[in-house]
């Protein structure tokens, strides 16, 4: 079919206008002809090209190639064939191409050739990329727990994701009057240094968009010394010619602003600005987000160092009597969660009996802190004004608190350790206990077997006043420790607290020869590993 030259003229254009190469293969010789566009496409002149598959072939990606031939091989006379690949330049670059094709018959009706078109379809490639590359940034950002994390993920993952040479995350500090940057490596040493903290009103472009909420696009050095002479600074430290400056809000709050630098001039077009723009979007909402935990990070600190303040205050050291020696320890939680209303006490009653108290009031906030305090203060005055065994005082206790209108729950063991002359004559002391719901007292014999004081314990305090509650008693020879705690020192995660417990008895067990205050140290340490998940009192009397 013959096609006059105003026709060919207009396929011209249409091809011209599309950007489409032209390419014919011949399959009985592998002769392959190209035009100029599908040329240029790989990177060459038309008279660079040797006209043969070969020629392809060789400039055609090698994880690309199988698939690119595997397609070839399957088109058959009159098929559609489709097919992208990358194309290699001579400088080693890659552009992404897509052909297509159709097979065409020869007179005996085989396939004689291949003829088709081909597009440089690089720049949907690129734009895809970045896509996906800045979902993955967007995630990385929503796992970002403070400033640091958060900045590194934006200027080293996002400045990657945008093809560009560098960046910085600039942060308003209005109290000072500055903005703290966080920048990438690449820019160097010397500009982290120099520009580390900027005045907020200051010339530069990060501090100007971070004070007025205004883009800067300087696509080159004259862009940049237009804006302001200052950026000269910038040029000769950074060695970056292209600079783009977004700001980061928080709702219609200025937060700061995004800064990005490449290291050639560049040309912002519309779908790079938009693309720019919402990743400063990104940047500004995980900053927001980081903020809002870090406060509420500051205000837990504050409130579990306030808690913790008042409860060791009123962890005063406990007296030593004669022939006993006492030991005890506080440790809080290790995780910032709020202290709880663990406590101990120890005092000697008007009789001379040495009166014990191991606690932990129910829950873990400055209530109950306050809760402990009260009932550790109504329990040593209570047990100090009537002189009476354990259960009594804590029977006593629990009608105080029902009159008083104190609210809370809390676990509880009241020990009593005295000695009559008829015990002194056996070198023996009698401990006398009542459980409220808490954890057994382990005791230490002088031939290093310890045993579990078990009794069925009691209701905890703050549930009924009708409660009837029991005293369990044993005498105690010289030699023995006795050790009193709460469930921060044997509970675990996934574990029961029977199993925590033996732990606890076999741990004392090996360790009960040391020296008291050692072997407090050392109960905490095997227990917690020096980092507890729950706060921990404790309370050891060694019997002399």
Not at 58 to 71: F, I, N
Not at 213 to 220: A, D, F, T
Not at 379 to 388: F, H, Q, S, V
């Amino acid at each position: 079919m013959r096609v006059d030259q105003s026709t060919a003229l207009r396929l011209q254009l249409a091809q011209d206008a599309a950007q489409l190469g032209y390419w014919d293969y011949e399959v009985a010789t592998a002769k392959l002809v190209w035009d100029e566009a599908c040329a240029a496409m790989f990177g060459i002149s038309l008279e660079e090209f040797e006209g043969a598959l070969s020629a392809f072939e060789a400039r055609c990606h090698a994880d690309d190639l199988p698939r690119v031939q595997a397609v070839l091989a399957a088109t058959g006379p009159g098929d559609s064939m489709e097919t992208t690949y990358r194309a290699v330049q001579p400088d080693g670059s890659l552009r992404y191409l897509l052909s297509r094709g159709q097979g065409v018959a020869g007179k005996d009706g085989d396939l004689e050739r291949l003829v088709g078109v081909v597009l440089d379809v690089t720049r949907l490639h690129r734009g895809a990329d970045r896509l996906s590359g800045l979902a993955r940034v967007a995630m990385a950002l929503a796992g970002a727990d403070d400033d640091s994390e958060l900045t590194r993920v934006v200027i080293e993952q996002g400045a990657a994701v945008l093809g560009a040479d560098g960046g910085a995350v600039c942060i308003r500090d209005d109290a000072r009057g500055v903005i703290r940057l966080a920048m990438t490596d690449s820019l160097g040493e010397e500009v982290q240094l120099e520009f580390g903290e900027l005045p907020l009103d200051g010339p530069l472009p990060g501090s100007y968009t971070a004070r007025t909420g205004e883009e800067v696009w300087l696509p080159n050095r004259a862009a940049g010394l237009a804006f302001t002479p200052a950026m000269q600074i910038v040029y000769d430290g950074t060695d970056r010619d292209a600079w783009a400056v977004l700001p980061l809000r928080s709702g219609d709050t200025l937060i700061g602003s995004l800064v990005v630098s490449w290291a050639e001039p560049r040309t912002f077009d519309e779908e790079e600005r938009e693309l720019l723009a919402a990743f400063a979007a990104q940047t500004a909402q995980a900053l927001d987000r980081v903020s809002a935990l870090a406060a509420e990070r500051r205000q837990a600190e504050e409130a579990r160092r306030l808690s913790e303040t008042l409860q060791r205050s009123l962890l005063s050291a406990p007296p030593q009597p004669d022939d006993l020696q006492v030991a005890v320890r506080y440790a809080p939680a290790s995780q910032q969660a709020a202290v709880g209303g663990d406590w101990y006490d120890g005092f000697v009653v008007p009789d001379g009996a040495l009166t014990l108290v191991i606690g932990d009031c129910v829950g873990h906030d400055r209530q109950a802190a306050a809760a402990m305090a009260t009932m550790r203060n109504l329990l040593r005055a209570t047990a100090y004004a009537i002189g009476e065994p354990p259960a009594a005082v804590l029977t006593a206790l629990e009608r105080a608190l029902r009159g008083l209108e104190v609210d809370g729950l809390a676990t509880c063991l009241l020990a009593r350790i005295e000695q009559t002359a008829e015990l002194r004559a056996r070198q023996l002391r009698r401990v006398t206990w009542s459980n409220a719901g808490h954890m057994p007292p382990l005791l230490r014999q002088p031939d290093g077997r310890v045993r579990l004081l078990s009794s069925e314990p009691d209701l905890l305090l703050g549930l009924s006043v009708e409660s009837v509650r029991c005293d369990s008693s044993i005498d105690v020879a010289v030699g023995a420790t006795l050790v009193l705690y709460t469930d921060g020192l044997v509970e675990r995660r996934g574990e029961d607290l029977d199993t925590g417990i033996e732990r606890l008895r076999v741990t004392v067990e090996e360790l009960g020869h040391l020296e008291l205050e050692e072997l407090c140290d050392a109960l905490l340490e095997r227990m917690t590993g020096g980092s507890a998940e729950d706060d921990v009192a404790l309370l050891t009397v060694r019997f002399k």
